[in-house]
C-alpha cells in the first residue's frame, strides 16, 4: 500500500506500507517499531497485542504524547484492558487498530502537527 502526504519539516511519515514492512523517511523497516514526529526505534519488543505490558508501553508514554496509537498487525487484537485504562488514566489518549488504519491515522495526525505516538506490530499474514 502506498501512502502519500505532505508533512511539516522533517516529521516522520509512513510512505508505504507492505505485508511485513514499512517506509518511514525512505528507508524499508522490518519488526516492530516506535515511530513518533522526531523519534524512531526500530527494535520495539512487543510480541503481539494480547501480550503488551506496561514495559512495552513506557518509552511510548515517556515521550508525552497526546495519543498513543498501536497497530496490532493485518487483524484488529486488543491489549489487556486493564493497560488501556492505565494509558486512559494518565490523560493520554490510547486507540488500537489494526497496522494499516494505525499508518493512516498516525500520518493524518502527524500531519496536524499533533503530539502522537504509534507502537506498529508488523503484519506477518
Known sequence: MQLTLETPGSANVITAMERNRIKIGGQWLTGNLIVSADTLEPDWPATSAETLEWPHL????????????????????FPPAALSADVLGRGIGFEVMDTAAACRTYNILVTEQRRVVAGILQPTN
Open 58 to 77: 513506557e518509552p511510548l508514554v515517556a515521550m508525552e504524547p497526546e495519543i498513543i496509537l498501536i497497530g496490532t498487525g493485518a487483524a484488529l487484537r
